[in-house]
């Protein structure tokens, strides 16, 4: 019997708002309410810099800062990763010009070289009763330089950092999310005037579908278009299709004559 009820109470529902062209304005509100959200967002994104998310607040096109930590090297799993204060660390270019140091870490081992310009260089770490460590990197491609040295003496241990930096590509990936974004969203928009219009129903729908990824709010949006979209079909007899346009032009041609 209550599933009965509530069929009959649903049944009645989209009797009352089948031929109300308010019902229908208000679902064409909701899909663009939703999809203004998801343009928005579109919006906020493309004005977000993803090399700045990545570099770091302070880096910029041409210098970056180089941040670390200088470590005692694991021996067991008990004995090592220990920070080490006071290691000697300079920057130089590739044939060994000197460009920034010589500099000290700090009693938690930390390190910072501010605005390095951003090409190849060395970092060379010196510590007394250590293996000497030299880093060929690019300044801004890592956010943090872990080195671990080796206690000992011996030939200095270098390790090769560059690689090809994906900064440009994450941007890229960025930039065309947020335009997708954008057109779904103004799809959704475009959903919203035929729906107001009462004009082309399965477009109305399809473009309502493309909305609901503009993703506007999170999850507002989207709920605003689905709820727009049921909507939309309790009252798509409201919707003329170009059968029906024809049909209702010829009748009126009929009474005419």
Not at 130 to 149: A, K, T
């Amino acid at each position: 019997m209550v599933r009965e009820a509530m069929m009959g109470g649903a049944e009645e529902w989209r009797g009352q708002i089948r031929d109300d062209p308010a019902a229908r304005k208000a679902g064409s509100f909701l899909i663009g309410i939703g999809s203004v959200l998801g343009v928005v967002l579109g919006l906020l994104l493309i004005a977000v810099d993803p090399s700045d998310l990545l570099e770091g607040p302070r880096a910029s096109s041409n210098t970056a800062d180089l941040d670390g930590m200088v470590i005692e090297a694991l021996e067991s799993e008990t004995k090592g990763g220990e920070p080490l204060e006071n290691a000697s660390l300079m920057l130089t270019d590739l044939e060994g010009s000197l460009l920034a140091g010589p500099i000290f870490s700090n009693s938690a081992g930390r390190f910072s070289f501010d605005d390095v310009p951003r090409a190849e260089i060395r970092l060379e770490v010196e510590f007394e009763g250590y293996i000497s460590e030299h880093r060929l990197l690019v300044p801004g491609d890592s956010s943090q330089i872990v080195i671990s040295m080796v206690n000992g003496s011996g030939t200095t241990n270098v390790i090769d950092l560059r690689g090809e930096s994906h900064l440009d590509d994450s941007a890229l990936l960025g930039t065309l999310i947020a335009l997708a974004t954008i057109i779904c969203g103004l799809a959704g928009i475009s959903a919203s005037i035929t729906a107001y219009q009462g004009k082309a129903y399965r477009r109305t729908q399809f473009f309502a579908f493309l909305a609901l990824w503009s993703r506007g709010g999170v999850f507002i949006g989207p709920l605003l278009i689905l709820i727009g979209m049921a909507i939309i079909s309790a009252t798509k007899l409201q919707f003329h299709s170009p059968i029906r346009r024809v049909a209702t032009a010829l009748e009126g041609s009929v009474k005419v004559e």
